[in-house]
C-alpha cells in the first residue's frame, strides 16, 4: 500500500519533535533529581558531622566518659538536644543496633535493617521509601565506632517541586509541540504538494497524457518541473514523428509481406503438389524398368499412372484459374466423403511406391463418412501416407485405420520409421522445416507436407495431431466431424 508523502512528512516532524520534547524534559528532570540529590546529601553529611562534634562535647563535659555507658545513661537526652539542633526527627541506635532513645518497635521494615547492618560496620548509608528519606551515619569517638545516628527526612516537599516541574514541562511541552508542529507542517507542506503535483504530472505522461503545467517555484523543484514539461513536449514530438514514420513502414512491410507470403504458399503449394503425382508415376515406371514382363503390375501401373496424370492434369487446370483469377486459395467444393474409399484410393496410388521401398501395409478400415471437400481430404491422406513411405526404414511396417468415434473419424497413421526428435517436435508443422535434411533432399522433400495437410484439414474443419513418435516409429492422427445427413438438409 502506498503512503502520501504528506503523511510521511507529517509522521516524522511528529516523531521528531516528539523526541526532541521528549529528551529535553528528560534531562532537565533527570538534572533536577541529581540536584536535589547531591543537595540532600551534602546536608546530612554536614548534620552527621555536626551529630559526631556534638556527642564528643557531650562527653568531655561529663563526668563519666565512657561513650557506651553515656549512650546507655544519657543517650535518650543526647537525641533529644540532637534533634533540637538538627530540626530533624533522630533515632539512636548503640553499637549493638539497639535503639536507645525511642521504642524498638518502630524498626519494622527490611530495607532498614538492611542499611542499619551497614551503617553498623562503620559506613554512611541511606535508604529512600516513597516520600521518607533515612540517613544513618556512624557515632564516632575518634576512630571507633560507638553507634549510629539516623535521621528522617521528609521528601515531599522534594517531590512536589519535582512533580511541579514534570507537570509544567508536560503543558509546555505539549504547546511547544502543537506550535512546531503546526507552522513545519505548513512548511513542509509545501515541498511535499510540489513533489505530489510532479508525480501527478509522471502519473499522466505516463498514460499518454503530455501536455504538463510547471510549478512556480523557483527552487530545485521548479526546476524539476521546468524540465519535465520541456521532456515532455519532446516526448510527444518524438512520439508524433515516430507513429507517422512506424504507418509508413508498417504499411510498406505489410504490402511486401503480404505479397512475399502469397508468392511462397503459391509456388510452394504448387510444387509440392506436383511432386506427389510425378512420384507415384517416377516409381511406376522405375518397377515397370525392372519388372517388364510383369503383366499384371503393367495392368497396375497403367491404371494409377492414368489416374496420377489425371490428377496431375486437374492440378495444373486449377492452377491456371487461380493465375487467371490472381488468387491463391483453392475454392472448396464440400460433399459427403466415404472415408474408407477415399483411403483405400490413396494407398493404390501410392502402392508402387510401397513395393518400390519393401514396405508392408495393413490397414484396419470401417465404413465411415465426412463432409468435405474430396480434393482437400485426398491431399491431407497423401501428405500424411507420404512421409511415412518417405521417412520409414528399409522393409519397413506402415499400418492405417479409421474409426468413428462421438461424431469425429478418427485416421489413424502409424509408421516403423525414424522418428522424431523430441526437441523438434513442436516445428513439425511449420512450412519448410524438414527433421532430416538430408532425406528430405534425396526424396525430394520440401518441408511442406505437413503443413499442407495441417492447413487443408482445418479449413475442412478437421485436425491434425502428432501422436506419439520414437525409434520405435511415428503415429499421426487426423480427425474430421462425422458426416450429419440431417443437419446437411437444413
Known amino acids: 500500500m502506498r503512503i502520501s508523502i504528506k503523511i510521511k512528512f507529517s509522521i516524522f516532524l511528529a516523531a521528531l519533535l516528539l523526541l526532541t520534547v521528549f529528551i529535553l524534559s528528560l534531562l532537565v528532570l533527570e538534572g533536577i533529581k541529581k540536584n536535589q540529590q547531591v543537595e540532600v546529601e551534602q546536608y546530612f553529611a554536614q548534620q552527621a ?96 565506632q560507638v553507634g549510629v545516628v539516623q535521621f528522617n527526612y521528609s521528601l515531599s516537599k522534594n517531590l512536589a517541586f519535582y512533580n511541579q516541574i514534570k507537570q509544567l514541562f508536560i503543558y509546555i511541552g505539549t504547546g511547544v509541540f502543537l506550535l512546531s508542529f503546526i507552522l513545519a507542517y505548513f512548511y513542509f507542506n509545501s515541498f511535499a504538494s510540489g513533489i505530489i503535483r510532479l508525480n501527478e504530472t509522471v502519473d499522466r505522461i505516463r498514460e499518454g497524457h503530455f501536455a504538463t503545467d510547471t510549478l512556480a517555484r523557483k527552487d530545485e523543484i521548479g526546476e ?73 503390375l503393367m495392368e497396375t501401373a497403367k491404371i494409377n499412372i492414368q489416374s496420377e496424370t489425371r490428377r496431375l492434369y486437374e492440378m495444373v487446370e486449377k492452377v491456371l484459374q487461380l493465375a487467371a483469377l490472381e488468387k491463391y486459395d483453392f475454392e472448396f467444393s464440400k460433399e459427403k466423403v466415404d472415408v474408407q474409399q477415399a483411403i483405400q484410393l490413396v494407398l493404390s496410388s501410392l502402392k508402387g511406391k510401397l513395393d518400390k521401398f519393401g514396405i508392408r501395409l495393413e490397414t484396419d478400415l470401417t465404413e465411415a463418412y465426412v463432409e468435405a471437400d474430396k480434393d482437400c481430404m485426398t491431399i491431407v491422406l497423401v501428405n500424411l501416407m507420404d512421409n511415412a513411405i518417405k521417412y520409414n526404414k528399409a522393409r519397413g511396417h506402415i499400418f492405417v485405420k479409421n474409426d468413428l468415434k462421438d461424431g469425429q473419424v478418427i485416421i489413424e497413421i502409424a509408421d516403423t520409421g525414424i522418428g522424431i526428435p523430441g526437441e523438434v517436435v513442436h516445428k513439425i508443422f511449420e512450412p519448410f522445416y524438414t527433421v532430416d535434411r538430408n532425406r528430405s533432399r534425396e526424396n525430394g522433400g520440401a518441408g511442406l507436407g505437413l503443413s499442407l495437410a495441417k492447413k487443408y484439414a482445418e479449413t475442412q474443419g478437421g485436425s491434425i495431431a502428432l501422436v506419439s513418435t520414437d525409434r520405435a516409429g511415428t503415429v499421426f492422427r487426423i480427425s474430421f466431424p462425422a458426416y450429419e445427413p440431417t443437419k446437411t438438409r437444413k
Request: glycine share 4%; no cysteine; hydrophobic share 35%.
Open 224 to 296: 524539476l518541473s521546468e524540465g519535465i514539461r520541456v521532456m515532455s513536449e519532446q516526448i510527444m514530438k518524438t512520439m508524433r514523428d515516430k507513429d507517422q514514420e512506424r504507418e509508413k513502414l508498417t504499411l510498406a512491410v505489410h504490402k511486401l509481406s503480404r505479397l512475399d507470403k502469397q508468392q511462397k504458399e503459391f509456388i510452394g503449394n504448387v510444387t509440392h503438389e506436383f511432386k506427389t503425382p510425378l512420384t507415384s508415376i517416377k516409381a511406376y515406371i522405375d518397377l515397370l524398368e525392372m519388372y517388364p514382363d510383369d503383366e499384371k
Open 49 to 144: 558531622t555536626t551529630a559526631n562534634v556534638y556527642f564528643i562535647q557531650t562527653i568531655m563535659a561529663e563526668s563519666n566518659k565512657v561513650p557506651q555507658t553515656f549512650l546507655a545513661s544519657k543517650g535518650k537526652e543526647f537525641a533529644g538536644q540532637l534533634e533540637l539542633i538538627s530540626g530533624q526527627s533522630v533515632v539512636l541506635y548503640d553499637q549493638d543496633g539497639t535503639i536507645v532513645n525511642k521504642d524498638r518497635s518502630i524498626i519494622t521494615s527490611d530495607s532498614i535493617k538492611k542499611t542499619l547492618a551497614f551503617a553498623l560496620n562503620n559506613k554512611t548509608a541511606y535508604l529512600t521509601d516513597k516520600d521518607s528519606l533515612y540517613y544513618m551515619t556512624p557515632l564516632r569517638t575518634g576512630n571507633e
